[in-house]
């Protein structure tokens, strides 16, 4: 049984940083993709990164130059940091990971499996 659990999420400032993790269990497939994404309270699900088997990476528009995605194999774990962080990144954010179709992408329906979710909050 595939699980992810999210950790790192908390309250800070704007202009602070924050790394979030996602540790993956159970998951044995050579190929995939795992993302990143987020929630606001009555906003849609939003692909803030992802990144690929191969290491190939993508981002968001909103988060391009301020977030960076990387895993570490070793330890099944996956990362975001987030610095420069403003008042409209906060939300609920969730890690992904799904097969995989040959790229990094932010769909949310390329994904098959999710973890609950770590909240971010910042003041301004």
């Known amino acids: 049984q595939v699980q992810l659990v999210e950790s790192g999420g908390g309250s800070v400032q704007a202009g602070g940083s924050l790394r979030l993790s996602c540790r993956v269990f159970g998951y044995t497939g050579s190929n995939y993709c795992m993302g990143w994404f987020r929630q606001a309270p009555g906003k849609k699900r939003e692909g803030v990164a992802a990144?690929?088997?191969?290491?190939?990476?993508t981002y968001g528009d909103s988060v391009k130059g301020r977030f960076t995605i990387s895993q570490d194999n070793a330890k099944n774990t996956l990362y975001l940091q987030m610095n420069s962080l403003k008042s409209e990144d906060t939300a609920m954010y969730f890690c992904?990971?799904?097969w995989g179709n040959g790229q990094p992408n932010l769909n949310s329906y390329e994904y098959q499996y999710w973890g609950q979710g770590t909240q971010v909050t910042i003041s301004s």
């Open positions: 992904a990971i799904g």
């Open positions: 990144i690929d088997s191969d290491g190939l990476t």
